[in-house]
């Protein structure tokens, strides 16, 4: 059965159409990247499957179940403890005075008991090899640690479905290939993956589907591979 | 003017970033850091309560000793200390200054002037002043370095301080964590781009500013809410639960320093 079911979502900003008409499964387990050029949509689509935002039309189900009233924080709990969802910015994810606290954070608000928090953060900083800056204020870390902590923030949550946003902007190659490696163990361990981009260079082997989403609707879906030899559909959604 | 102005902000950043953004204290072995913390919060604030109330100078001195030891016991660096608090006691001895001269033209004088003088009782009004504006700002120090943010939150939880309020000290903290970077990018941006001072689009840049720092804070906002609902945030305070039960060493904490509070305020 699919995890998430997208039926004829659109989502509305003011008077304009950030999403029309997606129609989108994605499977348990699956490593999914959805690709398009800046301000196609992709961040809006990840706040809809973090059931952050609500779509204007259309309607989205979760493991079976259709989503609903995501006003109602408690009501919606159960499904986002169950999804993690790392911004594009991590200054926005990086509030507290120290790296530890924001990494306390999710587990914290999910209700899990303090030695078991300790344990989250120490097995997760110790796999993203940031264990050094843990009592470290977020502010005074580079743009990849800070990307980490971030990563590091919501594995903490153990959360079934990890996605991820742009997760090489402003990296350097080391930290992006590090961030991708992370993204592949993960994947790996059987936590599904989604993670938008723009950059084309990011897509590997392991990714085994692509959305091209442009114009907020979805234009192509299918085998990385192919569409990737596909240079003058990349060209022509400016994607190369 | 303008760069008045930019300056007041840069330097504001400055602060900012330098004390705010510090090393986490409260994790150390220090004092105040193993005691239970609401227990220490308690006691904390009202030594802050006590130098409001008393009045014996001598009094004041030896609470700010205490504030001090706590410092130095607590492991919090005096450079830390003295960073933080630096202006405080020089803006308020600038506003007690005229103090110094009260009651304006009577004896006793420590030095008199044609008409006016330095009478004891103004010098002793404006110490008193500036000691207990020393030691509130040293004890609030000590609650915010030795407690630490989240154990702060969570020892006002404990004291039942109503969520709402606690909302807002979070927010407000964490946004100020924000902005203040924000802020300090935009003006190294704006002084990488200028190449000679011009007033009249200095004046023009600082309303964009203003304008801008608006609209980032807003957008920043509402993402940092977005991320915190996204982690399972849903407007109540959880506070970090290292709180252990109250030890002995709580009780001892707790009576040694009372008892000291109930002194200071009978003899002060």
């Known amino acids: 059965m699919d995890l998430y079911v997208l039926k004829n979502v659109s989502f509305k900003y003011n008077d304009n159409m950030v999403l029309s008409d997606i129609n989108l499964n994605i499977s348990r387990g699956e490593y999914l990247v959805i690709v398009g050029p800046n ?30 009233d995501i006003s109602n924080l408690k009501k919606i709990s159960p499904y986002r403890r169950r999804v993690g969802l790392v911004f594009q910015d991590p200054d926005v994810e990086l509030f507290s005075p120290t790296v530890y ?19 989250r953060i120490k097995s997760v900083s110790r796999m993203l090899r940031i264990d050094h800056l843990i009592n470290k204020p977020p502010f005074y870390l580079s743009d990849g640690e800070k990307k980490k902590a971030a990563i590091a923030s919501v594995l903490t949550m153990d959360p079934e479905v990890l996605m991820v946003d742009e997760p090489t902007a402003n990296l350097d190659p080391r930290s992006r290939r590090e961030i991708m490696s992370i993204l ?45 030899e596909d240079r003058d559909f990349l060209q022509s959604n400016d994607l190369e | 003017m303008i760069d008045y102005i930019e300056k007041t902000l840069m330097d504001l950043s400055k602060y900012f970033r330098a004390v705010y953004f510090s090393e986490d204290f409260s994790s150390r072995n220090g004092f105040i850091q193993k005691v239970n913390p609401p227990i220490a919060f308690l006691v904390l604030i009202s030594f802050i309560f006590l130098s ?44 007690a200054l005229p103090y110094i001269f009260y009651p304006f033209s009577q004896p006793p004088f420590i030095y008199k002037f044609s008409f006016i003088g330095i009478t004891y009782q103004g010098l002793r009004y404006s110490s008193i002043l500036i000691l207990r504006v020393t030691i509130a700002v040293s004890f609030m120090i000590i609650i915010y370095y030795g407690i630490g943010f989240q154990r702060l939150i969570g020892s006002l939880k404990f004291l039942k301080i109503p969520d709402i309020f606690l909302n807002m000290i979070s927010f407000t903290y964490r946004y100020i964590f924000l902005i203040v970077s924000q802020v300090y990018d935009i003006f190294l941006s704006r ?65 040694f320093f009372i008892l000291i509070i109930i002194i200071a305020f009978v003899h002060g």
């Open chain 2, 52 to 95: 409001i109330l008393v009045h014996d100078i001598f009094i004041l001195i030896i609470l700010y000793t205490i504030s001090i030891s706590l410092i130095v016991l607590s492991r919090i660096p005096l450079s830390y200390y003295i960073k933080s608090i630096a202006f405080i006691p020089l803006f308020t001895a600038i506003i």
């Open chain 2, 191 to 255: 002084k990488s781009k200028m190449c000679k001072s011009n007033k009249k689009i200095g004046r023009k840049w600082q309303s964009y500013l203003l304008g801008h720092i608006f609209v980032r804070s807003s957008v920043l906002g509402e993402n940092m809410y977005n991320s915190m609902v996204s982690r399972g945030y849903t407007g109540e305070i959880v506070p970090m639960k290292k709180n252990k039960s109250m030890q002995y060493n709580d009780i001892f904490f707790l009576a």
């Open chain 1, 101 to 119: 606290e924001d990494l306390a954070f999710g587990p914290l608000h999910m209700g899990i008991d303090d030695d078991e928090i300790e344990k």
């Open chain 1, 184 to 228: 592949e163990n993960m994947w790996k361990n059987g936590k599904t993956i989604i993670i938008t981009t723009h950059e084309l260079s990011i897509i590997n082997s392991m990714v085994e589907r692509m959305v091209v989403i442009n114009s907020g609707r979805i234009i192509r879906e299918g085998d990385p591979k192919k569409i990737l």
């Open chain 1, 39 to 68: 301000g196609a949509g992709k961040s809006t689509l990840l706040k809809l499957l973090d059931f952050l935002i609500p779509p204007s039309r259309g309607e989205i189900y979760f493991d079976g179940k259709k989503v609903e």
